[in-house]
Every structure is written in C-alpha cells, then in structure tokens.
C-alpha cells in the first residue's frame, strides 16, 4: 500500500505543478519546478502521519533558511560557485547556532540547487528562491495531505488506530 500511496503522491505533485504553475505564472512549468515539487512530496511522505509532519516542518525550515540566505546573496552579488559555498556555510552555521543540525543537508541542497539554477539566467536570478519555496510548499502540502488520506483510509477500512 505505501508504495501505491507514493505512487499516487508523485503523480499528484506532478500534474498540480505542471497545471497550476502555467496559471500563475503566465508560462509552462520549469522542469526544475517540477522536480523540486516531486522531491518535497516524496521527502515528507514516511511511514506515520507524526513522522510526515516532523519530515515537513524540517523540509520547510530549511527551506525558509534557504530562501532568506540566497535572496540576499542573489540581489547583491550573481550566483557563482564561490557564492554557492560561502552561503551553505553561513547556513550550516546559522542550522548549528538553531540547533538544527538534522537540516543542515536540507539546507545546503537547497542552497545549491536555487544558486545553480540562478546562474543559468542571471537577469531573472533573484526570482530562484520564491520558486523554489513555492515548489517547496507545494510538494510539502501535496505529500503530507496525500498521506494523511492515505492513513485515514486504509485505518478505515482496516479498522485499526490510526498512527
């Protein structure tokens, strides 16, 4: 059954990008958009509802650190390697004095894939972080959503506890 439910949670994460990215954005999805909308639904959805839960708020944690980290590097200098570096170590500092070492890989993923991305097009590179937190939101509701469904269902018909 998990493996159906995941099945089913990509493949929403997927059509809900590829149809509601066009609409407010005037434009088709970006494969990047797409991929990370997919990899935040299949990161939150785990084996119980709590876990889902704590799996989400620790995506869009890092995420959020993320996003506040290359807004500011993007609007004052463009997205290089050496930015890249400098901005996951400010991020894994900034995890470590939260004391949130546990995100620190979130955090550094994140930061490469918007500052890499960013430099590809470099006149429109401060836009990278607002979607990618909105491919993050989206993927983070759709998966844990998706899974509580999922949950609610099969403890429905199983008549068990719902975990």
Not at 2 to 22: G, K, Q
Request: charged share 10%; glycine share 4%.
């Amino acid at each position: 059954m998990h493996a159906v439910n995941l099945a089913i949670t990509t493949f929403i994460a997927y059509a809900l990008t590829t149809s509601v990215t066009p609409l407010l954005t005037q434009r088709p999805a970006q494969p990047v958009g797409i991929l990370w909308t997919v990899i935040s639904a299949v990161f939150v959805f785990r084996d119980t509802r709590e876990h889902s839960l704590s799996a989400g708020s620790s995506r869009l944690f890092a995420t959020c650190v993320s996003f506040a980290l290359c807004l500011v590097y993007l609007l004052l200098f463009p997205a290089n390697p050496l930015g890249m570096a400098i901005v996951i170590a400010i991020g894994t500092l900034l995890m470590t004095l939260a004391n949130r070492r546990d995100e620190i890989g979130l955090l550094a993923i994140t930061t490469a894939v918007v500052l890499i991305v960013a430099a590809e097009n470099p006149q429109t590179s401060w836009q990278q972080p607002f979607l990618r937190l909105a491919d993050t939101v989206a993927g983070v509701t759709v998966g844990i959503a998706c899974k509580w469904i999922a949950s609610f269902v099969f403890f429905r018909v199983s008549g068990q506890q719902a975990r």
